[in-house]
């Protein structure tokens, strides 16, 4: 065994012993407290004010990144395991509601930006980078998937034939609805809305309006008279 795969061995041994040791204590302040002065020893960066409920699960701590205020209650998963360079990173103010799980698979960027809400029982996950920009709502049970699975030959199973991944933006100020799905290569640009249950399967404009399976632009939040101004002054 060489000193990389030693030292992984390691960091992982003591990620389950912390875990396993402090994941459960009921959320009363000793339980918040002790998580918070000892998983700032596994994980990659943490910062000050976290709140970690009971019951949240975490793999491969070395690769995840947690901000300041940021919001994790019971039943989340972050999962970095699989490569290296993966990273998680939940940026300043992030909350995550129950059950939410975020994944890596290989080689992945997750990057939730400041002050951004996902409801109960949503789905992030890689292979492709994800990025999510400042102050985005994300409501219960949407799911962000950046990877595709192959079918082109008939004559092999689709779970042999790989995934491509071009990777997922949804630009800052994005409200998404309950049931929403981002398939992957997709942009949604800034302050857009998606309707409930909507099927996002190629590029939101900015400050767009967007329904349906699959989604389609059906008005701009911005008054023509405004966009009018916006274009004549670029």
């Known amino acids: 065994m060489n000193n990389q795969q030693f030292n992984l061995k390691w960091q992982r041994l003591q990620e389950l012993l912390f875990i396993t040791a402090l994941g459960d204590l009921p959320t009363l302040a000793l339980g918040t407290k002790l998580r918070n002065i000892l998983y700032r020893t596994i994980f990659a960066q943490m910062g000050s004010s976290v709140y970690i409920q009971h019951?949240?699960?975490f793999i491969?701590?070395?690769c995840i990144?947690?901000?300041?205020?940021v919001h994790l209650f019971k039943g989340v998963r972050l999962d970095a395991k699989g490569h290296p360079n993966n990273k998680i990173r939940l940026r300043e103010g992030v909350a995550i509601e129950r059950n939410v799980d975020i994944g890596c698979l290989e080689d992945t960027c997750i990057d939730i930006d400041t002050e951004?809400?996902?409801g109960p029982d949503v789905c992030i996950a890689g292979p492709g980078d994800i990025r999510i920009g400042k102050r985005c709502m994300i409501a219960a049970h949407s799911g962000i998937y950046a990877n595709n699975h192959n079918f082109t030959d008939p004559t092999q199973p689709i779970?042999?034939?790989g995934v491509t991944?071009?990777?997922i933006v949804i630009e800052d100020d994005c409200?998404?609805?309950?049931?929403?799905?981002?398939?992957?290569?997709v942009t949604i640009g800034k302050g857009s809305v998606i309707g409930a249950g909507a099927v996002v399967n190629k590029d939101i404009p900015p400050f767009s309006v967007a329904v349906g399976v699959p989604a389609r632009v059906i008005k701009s939040r911005i008054p023509k008279a405004t966009e009018m101004t916006m274009v004549n002054s670029q």
Not at 65 to 69: A, P, Q, T
Not at 175 to 185: A, C, K, Y
């Open 165 to 167: 991944c071009k990777g």
């Open 175 to 185: 409200w998404l609805g309950h049931g929403v799905t981002v398939l992957d290569g």
């Open 65 to 69: 990144e947690i901000g300041n205020g």
């Open 55 to 57: 019951g949240v699960e």
């Open 60 to 62: 491969n701590t070395s």
């Open 116 to 118: 951004v809400f996902i």
């Open 159 to 161: 779970k042999y034939q």
